[in-house]
Nanobody, 124 residues
């Protein structure tokens, strides 16, 4: 019923930038928080940044000042602008959305969804 599709990953040199996008589609009624998480090899999935429906943001300490999360509510899309990338930013990045979707003519249900992940590789 709902799908999150990420794009924008790739391989870059340290100090360069990338911009990730994640578009939600389906029978969506509303989207609450959206966010980005990442999983480096051998690690668990960690929070990178979140943004509320009204634009309040939260960042992991390791990315503050370098990454910026934003969203376009009209397009159901969340972005992650990543500047001054470091090798330790290498990971699979996943987007997440907490949302309500239609299950019938006049019914809605809340769900939490993940994208498929996009690889970001930063070399020194």
């Amino acid at each position: 019923q709902v799908q999150l599709v990420e794009s924008g990953g790739g391989s870059v040199q340290a100090g360069e930038s990338l911009r990730l996008s994640c578009a939600a589609s389906g029978r969506i009624f509303s989207i609450n928080d959206m966010g980005w998480y990442r999983r480096a090899p051998g690690n668990e999935r960690d929070l990178v940044a979140t943004i509320s429906s009204v634009g309040s943001t939260n960042y992991a300490d390791s990315v503050k000042g370098r990454f910026t999360i934003s969203r376009d509510n009209a397009k159901n899309t969340v972005y992650l602008q990543m500047n001054s990338l470091k090798p330790e930013d290498t990971a699979v990045y996943y987007c997440n959305a907490d949302l309500r979707y239609y299950t019938g003519f006049n019914s809605r249900q809340r769900g939490n969804y993940w994208g498929q992940g996009t690889q970001v590789t930063v070399s020194s």
